[in-house]
């Protein structure tokens, strides 16, 4: 086999031809005919013993040519990578394959994606500022309020309504006097003050009255829907029913309550060291970003697009499973976000290209540190990532394949090299 050309395409795409010479792709039709013959019932022959030219006589002088050039395309593969020195990020893709009928070889045209060089900058000795942590009391109240209110007990009432109520309404919504699409709903729930509808609507039903009705002039903002975006609107509404929530006492009770500590104070404590703990990690995250910033910033490397494409969508199933845990729907998201499937895709772009340049920068650093991932330390991961998760091993390698794993051991210690030569400035 030879490599006869090689065209790169940018994006890390290149498009090359291998030549599979007569002798090469003639073994490969004699391989495919003793894999098969003896499958073939010839006439005037015992099943598995005519000879292939007699086969191919019968059948054709290309009976076996589309199975052969099939047995070939991995040995083909194989020959363009280590002929054209790239390495494949991937399988390649088949264009084309031509055989020859002059001399009975064959070309097959391939389209590959392959692992950029990367021209790394500075990595160790960097400088980067450290964020100071510190938890001021209103902190721990926001999150003790917090805490209160998840624990309110939701009871009937008849006072007007407040802010934090929940409501049970029906609305009709009318533009120029006529309905439009989801402008009705009857028993809707909804807790005023939480942003749920367009602004200034849960604004006007505060001192509503149950069974009071309510006529609400607003517009719909600019960046609305695009068929209501800037138009006005009148909601008649029904208040049916309201409920307020009764916040716990704070005292020692409620921490007993919602904790494991006996005393409020040793809860806001545990909660301080809580959120210490959280802001901490944070501010060394952001340490650790600051610094990787520095080195992406002085590597040059072109960004492979298949790789690119695959962080996003890596990306685009996060927000999917995010929006899954909160009880909606792709489409529910996108009317919330008023996003199209392709806008929310491409609104992942720059945070994909970031997190690709990051893989292969941190691979650079690995290959110059000579870091290697063992047996032993692949599976060690396995179990602390089960662990965590609480998976079964054997399952969760079903799912996180041994190369993912290994590289992401990899990167982790690319990082830590960056890391233990910096300093905070």
Partial sequence: MNLKN?????????????????????????????????QMAIPGFRKGKAPRSIVEKLYG?????????????????????????????????LKAINTKDSDGGADFTLSVSYFPE?????????TAPMPEV?????????????????????????????????????????????????????????????????????EKLLGMATGQERVIDLVFPEDYKEELAGKPVVFKVRLREAKEK???????EFAK???????????????????????QEEAEAAFVNALLDQVMDSTDVEL????????????????????SAHGMNLDDYLNATNLTPEQLRENTRADSERQTKAILVLGKIAELECIEV????????YAKTAGIHGMEIEKLKESLSKERVSLEIQLRRATKIVLDSAQTQ
């Avoid at 090359?16 to 003793?34: L, N, R, W």
């Avoid at 395309?73 to 991937?90: N, Q, T, W, Y």
């Avoid at 990367?118 to 960097?126: E, F, I, P, S």
């Avoid at 063992?374 to 991961?381: H, M, N, T, V, W």
């Fill in 6 to 38: 090689c065209e790169m395409k940018g994006g890390c795409v290149a498009e090359m031809t291998v030549a599979v010479s007569p002798e090469e792709f003639d073994a490969a039709i004699g391989k495919v005919y003793a894999k098969n013959r003896s």
């Fill in 61 to 93: 002088a290309s009976v076996f040519h589309n199975d052969a050039l099939e047995m070939l395309l991995p040995d083909v593969a194989i020959c363009a990578e280590e002929k054209s020195g790239l390495r494949f990020i991937d399988t390649p893709r």
């Fill in 118 to 126: 990367v021209a790394l900058g500075q990595y160790k000795g960097l």
């Fill in 134 to 202: 510190e938890i001021p009391s209103s902190m721990v109240d926001a999150e003790v309020e917090t805490i209160r209110v998840r624990n309110a007990r939701i009871e009937k009432t008849d006072c007007p309504v407040k802010d934090g109520d929940i409501v049970l309404v029906d609305i009709e919504g009318l533009i120029d006097g006529e309905p439009f699409e989801g402008s009705h709903a009857d028993n809707f729930e909804l807790t005023v003050g939480s942003g749920r509808l367009i602004p200034g609507f849960e």
């Fill in 246 to 252: 009764i916040l716990p006492d704070l005292d020692d």
């Fill in 257 to 279: 309550d919602v904790s494991e500590f006996d005393t409020l104070d040793e809860y806001r404590d545990a909660i301080k060291d809580r959120l210490q703990k959280a802001q």
């Fill in 304 to 323: 492979p697009g298949v790789l690119v494409e695959e962080q996003m969508d890596g990306a685009v199933n996060n927000i999917l499973r995010q929006v």
């Fill in 374 to 381: 063992s047996e032993e330390d692949i599976e060690d991961e």
